[in-house]
T-cell receptor
Framework: DADVTQTPRNRITKTGKRIMLECSQT?????MYWYRQDPGLGLRLIYY???????NKGEISDGYSVSRQAQAKFSLSLESAIPNQTALYFC??????????????FGPGTRLTVL | GENVEQHPSTLSVQEGDSAVIKCTYS??????FPWYKQELGKRPQLIID?????GEKKDQRIAVTLNKTAKHFSLHITETQPEDSAVYFC???????????FGSGTRLQVQP
């Protein structure tokens, strides 16, 4: 689904470095989400935003921060990366234009490795 | 908060057989239950969903059932094909909380 894009797609970094993952969408959705996927643990919610002025913590927000620069852009930052933040990160969007405010559409993912 | 448990973690079936994946949820206020399919190296994609005012929903070879009293819902895939091989995730949410809680996933392998 090219309507939701993530950059970079792969990133290798070192412990202590600041990392930003970016998500953009052209679906016109108002809701955006960041998830982390680890083997055997499914998808865990990091942060979510329902509009530019609305930011909410998910179940695993410690060590992460987000910025909703515009309706179409939602960035995830790791201020000081650590090895246990090595994971696959997905951005997702949803909103009234998808037919249901609950339905979410995922980006292609960013594979992050912290050495 | 919501907790979603999913079983089994792995499932192997012969082509043409049926597959059933089960999930339970803890929050009685949850009213939306989607299922996502994730093929290797790809993003999760919605395959079917159900709301709490419906007990069953079908879409060709896949169906989802919901038992609100027992707080569990299931995905049924009939006449499985090799291309059904993937990881399947269930999830739950309620309009008030506005965010999905996912199960841990089931790796389905369909043997030709």
């Amino acid at each position: 689904d090219a309507d939701v894009t993530q950059t970079p797609r792969n990133r290798i970094t070192k412990t202590g470095k600041r990392i930003m993952l970016e998500c953009s969408q052209t679906k016109g959705h108002d809701r955006m989400y960041w998830y982390r996927q680890d083997p055997g643990l499914g998808l865990r919610l990091i942060y979510y935003s329902f509009d530019v002025k609305d930011i909410n913590k998910g179940e695993i927000s410690d060590g992460y921060s987000v910025s909703r620069q515009a309706q179409a852009k939602f960035s995830l930052s790791l201020e000081s990366a650590i090895p246990n933040q090595t994971a696959l990160y997905f951005c997702a969007t949803g909103g009234y234009t998808s037919g249901s405010t609950d339905t979410q559409y995922f980006g292609p993912g960013t594979r992050l490795t912290v050495l | 908060g919501e907790n979603v448990e999913q079983h089994p973690s792995t499932l192997s079936v012969q082509e043409g057989d049926s597959a059933v994946i089960k999930c339970t949820y803890s929050d009685s206020a949850s009213n939306y239950f989607p299922w996502y399919k994730q093929e290797l190296g790809k993003r999760p994609q919605l395959i079917i969903d159900i709301r709490s005012n419906v007990g069953e929903k079908k879409d060709q070879r896949i169906a989802v059932t919901l038992n609100k009293t027992a707080k569990h819902f299931s995905l049924h895939i009939t006449e499985t094909q090799p291309e059904d091989s993937a990881v399947y995730f269930c999830a739950a949410s309620n309009t008030g909380r506005r965010a999905l809680t996912f199960g841990s996933g089931t790796r389905l392998q369909v043997q030709p």
